[in-house]
């Protein structure tokens, strides 16, 4: 055995007063009384044994004593050596996943998890370690390994439900991170068993694993996803799934409402481990909060509803200066977001807001604004005219440029088209095999222009899919970002966002005002890194739809301090999260044993505490509590 | 402050004033004693011997039956009332003294009874008697006895009655009340004066006297008790079964007094020190029937 604090042994010394005040104390008080015939009668009647008389003072006198070392030699934090070389390094993965939070273990199995996970950390050794992990979502390290057992049951009270995924795989590689290789040491998991991976963890020699929760019946909204329509401009299309993860059918309803209006209700029957999946197509202009709910009650709730956010579409003033052209005329007309009035002769000046298309009408200066040039008749301040392309091939395309979206023009016949040169630059969004482009985008600081060299009058482009796409992608690219669809987002998915209003340069970054990323349902923000114009945030770990706003007047200001900037859905639409029924190998888990470590939980100067005190009392009732009585 | 001051005088007047023949009525059960004589109240007749006295004939009577009928007279004799006071250093225990409370109490009996033309003595004792105030009469001797009553110092080593009585009721005097002012803490016991007393014919009334502290002591721990009476020391450890049993012990000794008295017809009169000696007098004379 060893002391780590052997300097204390000096207090020892504090024997010498109590020593002398028991020498005085045995002094004692004289008392005068009128007459001693009543106590003679009593101490006559029962007299003390002589030793007993003898020793008493004594005896308290060695108790105090003894009293006194053991305060002395608990100070001293006496250990013993094998405490050092048997301490144990324990990593505690809890599963925060979605499906922890289900309520088939009351009041959820996280709880339950929990509750083991305090049973654990109350069985520690006194130098035994223990870090948490979340196995949820996005692993990390909750707590760093540590023996205080009050902060570790704080960091495990204060470990978050989430709605993400599971992901104990990862967690449990953090975990052997920590222990380090290091002998005596093991990883717990507790989790409900309800992910793939389980039988090869559970095959691991140095990981344990707890499981909570039994076989529950559960349906859930596995995909919501909304997207435009590539026919027309204001509609859009749900695509829509519900599973069965249960072994019982289910009969439900599926609701679709766009902020409070029913848009639909399809009533659903689903076989043991059925699943349901439908696009619907729906149009609307003013956009709103979709949201998808299922009128089933079951022990997991996240994936009883969905959201996705239908953006408002803006109409969008259109002059097209062309000769009669039935297609790009028709082409604009079917668009209901296009307020287009056509002109026979080019514009000098464009209005605000208004998009220009030029079809073969070339001024000589392109004027301001968004301009889509359509087969250029002639030359301009952009670009020089060539000799006309014979039936130009289009080889090269940019498939990640957003007017380039669902559109494919290395199949459609185009006999003609013009070669340009341009005097600056130019993103080819398409070009032919002789490298000249054929649908190109120049960015001028007075507006971008488009510019597609084809000939519409001749091919088959007019006639092909490709162009309406291209005409709606063309006006929604000269609208700028505003009104685009933001697919909903899974749990656990981080996202790329351009922060409005936040510039990345200049004056104008630092008087934006900073923004936070608001978590569906209200509590505490997020704050979000300020001067940037893009930024990255997630995992996201609440179903729901998240916001991005200015930040209240206080860092933990309850609500934003004005209208969101931006939304994001966030779904479940976890398949293997909605499946509440643990594998084959979690059920086959057999009950773990205790993991207390035995009696001795407690480092030595602890029971020398308890000692000290329990000799005090016993000091205290034959010989102190008269006075205090 | 002095024992008597104006204000007791005062208060021995009061007392006086509203007391109704306190040692002659029922306070102390004495019964009158039909001594006939020189009175001037009528008892009865006997038949006349010759040597009689004429002028107690009645001529009415042997006008009207020619029979010579002496009448007698019930004798009017003033009552003798002996004090006898504890003055043991037990007495001087309590805050304020049992001894204190003691001689207030005797000098208040005693002028209530100089006033009813009683005769009174005071006998102060502890180990044996240590000091006399004479019999005397009328109510001009208080301030003698009151003197001798404040000039009285607590002493003896011990209290004994029974060496006390046998002392007193060998001297040669007449009977009378025997009022016995004390503690009672006398180890031989209190029962041997005070049978002693009535075996005399003397008409023995007690007033016990306990301080607070005695009654209920607030001893703990390991202590040495002094008996400021004998001066004999004593280490003890008291705990509380122990103030328990002495509690018990106390009741039951002064229960014991109460029985004794009660079995016999002796008057007693049991307080604490806190009791002011006015209050004790006016609520001895309310048990006598002697004040309204």
């Not at chain 1, 007075?446 to 005409?471: C, E, H, W, Y």
Request: aromatic share 8%; with cysteine.
């Amino acid at each position: 055995m060893s002391l780590a604090a052997p300097a204390a042994l000096f207090l020892a010394l504090l024997a010498i007063p109590i020593i002398v005040f028991y020498i005085l104390k045995i002094r004692l008080r004289r008392v005068p009384v009128s007459t001693v015939i009543f106590w003679q009668q009593i101490f006559e009647e029962k007299q003390p044994r002589s030793i007993w008389q003898h020793l008493r003072h004594l005896l308290s006198l060695l108790v105090q004593l003894l009293f006194l070392m053991l305060l002395v030699f608990a100070l001293g934090q006496p250990f013993f050596n094998w405490e050092i070389l048997a301490a144990r390094r324990l990593v505690l993965v809890v599963d925060n996943s979605a499906s922890m939070n289900a309520t088939d273990a009351v009041p959820t199995r996280l709880d339950a998890a929990k509750k083991i996970g305090r049973d654990l950390i109350s069985g520690l050794r006194f130098r035994d370690e223990l870090a948490i992990v979340a196995g949820g979502t996005e692993p990390h390290v909750v707590c760093g390994l540590s023996g205080h057992e009050r902060t570790l049951l704080k960091a495990l009270d204060d470990l978050p439900a989430t709605d993400g995924p599971t992901r104990v795989g990862e967690a449990v590689a953090l975990a052997r991170n920590l222990i380090g290789g290091r002998s005596n040491a093991q990883v717990i998991v507790l989790t409900d068993g309800c992910f793939e991976g389980l039988e090869h963890l559970a095959r691991a020699a140095d990981v344990r694993i707890h499981s909570v929760g039994r076989r529950t019946n559960n349906v859930g909204i596995t995909r919501f996803q909304v997207r435009r329509s590539l026919l027309d401009p204001t509609g859009y299309q749900i695509l829509m799934e519900v599973a069965n993860a249960g072994d019982d059918p289910v009969e439900c309803r599926l609701e679709l409402d766009l902020d409070d209006d029913v848009v639909d209700v399809v009533p659903l029957k689903l076989e043991p481990g059925g699943r349901w999946s439908q696009t619907l197509d729906k149009t609307s202009t003013s956009g709103g909060r979709l949201t998808a709910r299922i009128d089933h009650a079951d022990a997991l709730s996240a994936d009883n509803r969905a959201w996705a956010l239908l953006p408002k579409r803006e109409p969008l003033k259109v002059v097209l200066a062309t000769e009669p052209n039935l297609f790009l005329e028709k082409v604009l007309e079917a668009n209901p977001l296009v307020q287009l009035q056509v002109v026979r002769e080019a514009p000098q000046q464009v209005p605000a807001e208004t998009v220009l298309i030029l079809h073969r009408m070339i001024p000589e200066r392109i004027p301001p604004g968004p301009v889509f040039v359509i087969d250029p008749a002639a030359a301009s301040d952009l670009w020089e005219l060539g000799e006309p392309l014979e039936n130009p091939i289009v080889t090269k395309q940019d498939r990640d440029s957003l007017l380039m979206t669902h559109v494919r023009l290395d199949n459609v016949v185009m006999p003609q088209a013009k070669k340009l040169t341009f005097s600056g630059h130019a993103h080819v969004l398409a070009g032919a095999v002789s490298n000249d482009p054929v649908y190109a985008s120049i960015e001028r600081p007075s507006g971008k222009v488009l510019v597609l060299t084809v000939n519409l009058d001749q091919g088959d482009l007019p006639l092909r899919t490709a162009f309406p796409i291209l005409m709606t992608n063309a006006l929604a690219w000269f609208s700028g970002a505003a009104g685009e669809l933001r697919e909903a987002l899974a749990t656990g998915a981080v996202t790329e966002v351009a922060l409005p209003g936040n510039p990345a340069t200049g004056a104008a970054a630092t008087q934006a005002p900073a923004l936070q990323l608001w978590p569906p349902g209200g509590g505490s923000p997020r704050p979000l890194p300020a001067g940037l114009a893009q930024a990255v945030i997630g995992p996201f770990d609440q179903c729901g739809v998240w916001s991005i706003a200015p930040a209240g007047s206080g860092v933990k200001s309850p609500a934003p301090a004005g209208a969101p900037t931006l939304e994001i859905a966030c779904n479940l639409g976890n398949r293997e999260e909605s499946d509440l029924r643990p594998t084959e190998a979690a059920l086959a888990l057999v009950p773990a044993e205790t993991l207390a470590a035995g009696w001795m939980t407690r480092p030595i100067w602890y029971y020398l505490v308890i000692l000290a005190w329990v000799l005090a009392g016993l000091e205290w009732y034959p010989y102190q509590r008269r006075w205090i009585s | 402050m002095a024992l008597f001051d104006s204000e007791f005088l005062k208060q021995l007047e009061y007392l006086s004033l509203v007391s109704r023949r306190v040692f002659r009525g029922s306070l102390l059960a004495q019964k009158r004693t039909m001594q006939l004589g020189g009175g001037i109240e009528f008892a009865d007749h006997r038949e006349y011997t010759p040597g009689d006295d004429f002028r107690y004939l009645d001529w009415n009577l042997y006008a009207r039956h020619e029979a010579l009928m002496l009448k007698r007279f019930q004798e009017e004799e003033d009552l003798h009332v002996y004090f006898l006071l504890d003055c043991s250093r037990s007495m001087a225990f309590g805050s304020p003294s049992k001894f204190d409370l003691a001689r207030q109490v005797t000098a208040a009996l005693a002028y209530i009874a100089l006033a009813d033309l009683d005769r009174i003595a005071v006998v102060a004792f502890s180990s044996d008697i240590v000091a006399d105030f004479p019999l005397t009469r009328g109510k001009a001797r208080i301030l003698s006895l009151l003197r001798f009553l404040e000039n009285l110092p607590a002493q003896g080593t011990q209290t004994d009655l029974s060496r006390v009585v046998t002392g007193f009721v060998h001297r040669n005097q007449r009977r009378g009340l025997a009022i016995v002012v004390s503690d009672l803490f006398d180890p031989a016991g209190f029962d041997r004066g005070l049978d002693m007393l009535r075996h005399r014919r003397y008409e023995p009334h007690v007033v016990q006297l306990h301080d607070r502290t005695e009654a209920d002591p607030k001893l703990l721990g390991d202590i040495e008790l002094f008996d400021v009476e004998t001066e004999a020391a004593r280490k003890v450890t008291v705990t509380e079964r122990n103030l328990r049993r002495y509690k018990k012990i106390f009741d039951e000794y002064q229960a014991a007094v109460r029985k004794y008295c009660r079995n016999y017809g002796v008057g007693c009169t049991q307080t604490s020190t806190e009791v002011p000696f006015d209050d004790l007098i006016l609520k001895m004379m309310r048990t006598a029937g002697a004040v309204v």
